[in-house]
């Protein structure tokens, strides 16, 4: 049985933001929760809500200095941090993850990588997993309910098409639900929707 890990990045460049989620892809069990590109405030709460077991960062992202943001989250010792690097990152920055990637590598080198970052930790238990939606990916079940496509929903949230295509795929296997008519009898029991929004579209 796959354990379910949940992932949260911080990554500013488009690129290897794309890159990193498709590897992620790649590693059954692990679900990108959220993406952020290091400039946002409050980042540190943001990502405590989420309580992912998985926090990737490019410290080349963050705006400020990463040190007060890495160790708020290290006090969690259920959270694994990960570093993005290249060959220029000095060993000092290194030391403050429990786990550095090479931007630099080719997929197969980071998927051994991350394949061994991931045994070093204690195995997880089945059934703790929190497969509670976030906050975004509840805006994107309300529009997904209310019959919106993904182009709109990008549109109207000011996201990428990409960023929606990643929001519902993570919804889907947070939830195991594929079709819309599966997603309105979630959105409904879970009071995502009001049953006189879906009558009235």
Do not use: W
Request: net charge neutral; charged share 25%; glycine share 6%.
């Amino acid at each position: 049985m796959v354990i379910r890990q949940t992932v949260v990045m911080i990554e500013g460049a488009y690129l290897i933001q794309a890159g990193i989620e498709q590897l992620l892809n790649e590693l059954p069990g692990l679900v990108l929760l959220e993406v952020f590109e290091g400039s946002e405030k409050s980042l540190s709460e943001k990502i405590a809500r989420l309580s992912p077991d998985i926090l990737i960062i490019d410290t080349n992202s963050l705006k400020t200095d990463f040190v007060p943001l890495i160790n708020e989250i290290n006090k969690n010792p259920d959270c694994l941090t990960i570093g993005l690097f290249d060959s220029s990152t000095p060993e000092n920055v290194k030391s403050h993850f429990k786990g550095c990637l090479n931007l630099s590598d080719g997929k197969f080198e980071l998927l051994e990588q991350f394949g061994q970052i991931l045994g070093k930790r204690p195995a997880k238990k089945p059934g703790l997993s929190n497969s509670s939606l976030s906050e975004r990916e509840k805006t994107i079940v309300k529009q997904v309910v209310n019959g919106l496509t993904n182009q709109e929903i990008a549109d109207k949230l000011f996201l990428s098409i990409h960023t929606v295509t990643t929001h519902r795929k993570n919804i889907s296997n947070k939830l195991g639900i594929k079709t819309v008519s599966g997603l309105t009898v979630y959105a409904l029991m879970n009071k995502i929707v009001d049953l006189n929004e879906i009558e009235h579209r």
